[in-house]
């Protein structure tokens, strides 16, 4: 059988973004033929401001990864909070240090997602999506949106709920929010539709027929 590599890739502050991606995770290893693997970006703040931040430990089972560490998935998906509308600065400066990778185009073709957390409505829910996309397309990847396969999911309109065509994201208000269970089976989803091969330049990796 032929083995589909997915990493999930993600910078989490608070925990939440952390949630999220042990969903999407979730979701990519209850695939036949699909290895899928959680890499965490490096910190680039010290202790003493993560102190002063009152930020919680890391999670002690996930690696981090090495930008050329991405040239051994067949498929990504990057998470992360917002910062002021886009990806936070230590998600860019991972791929600030992608400049061979892009050189080499050795990332062209494969196709990412992307997933988020944002702070309240109007904090970049569809924005913080946008502005990530400029990453991936000038490593000539292939974003792949989550559209509206989600079903009834996406157009939840009795409860708050993150997220939109562009993938997965939930609200982490003051940061005492956590993602709701719909926010999390929305996550688990963008990855569940991923099929067990993945031909080259595929746009649909994430489209699957069965809708909930």
Not at 4 to 21: F, N, P, R
Not at 43 to 55: G, H
């Amino acid at each position: 059988m032929t083995i589909t590599k997915v990493y999930i890739v993600y910078y989490s502050l608070y925990g939440h973004v952390d949630t999220m991606a042990r969903e999407v995770h979730k979701g990519a290893a209850s695939i036949d033929g699909v290895e899928a693997t959680l890499w965490r970006v490096p910190e680039i703040l010290s202790d003493q401001i993560l102190e002063k931040m009152k930020a919680p430990p890391k999670p002690d089972d996930i690696a981090d990864i090495r930008p050329e560490q991405l040239v051994e998935a067949d498929a990504l998906i990057f998470g992360f909070p917002s910062r002021f509308g886009m990806m936070p600065s230590q998600l860019k400066a991972f791929f600030d240090a992608t400049g061979e990778l892009w050189a080499s185009q050795a990332l062209a073709g494969k196709p990412a997602g992307i997933f988020w957390s944002t702070g309240f409505y109007g904090g970049g829910q569809e924005l913080s999506a946008w502005t990530a996309i400029t990453q991936l397309a000038h490593h000539g990847m292939l974003f792949v949106p989550l559209g509206y396969t989600f079903g009834e999911g996406m157009f939840e309109m009795d409860e708050v709920k993150g997220g939109s065509a562009y993938g997965a994201g939930t609200f982490a208000g003051d940061g005492t929010r956590q993602p709701t269970e719909l926010e999390l089976q929305q996550a688990v989803y963008q990855d569940i539709s991923i099929p067990n091969k993945i031909p080259h330049a595929i746009l649909k990796i994430f489209y699957h027929s069965k809708r909930p």
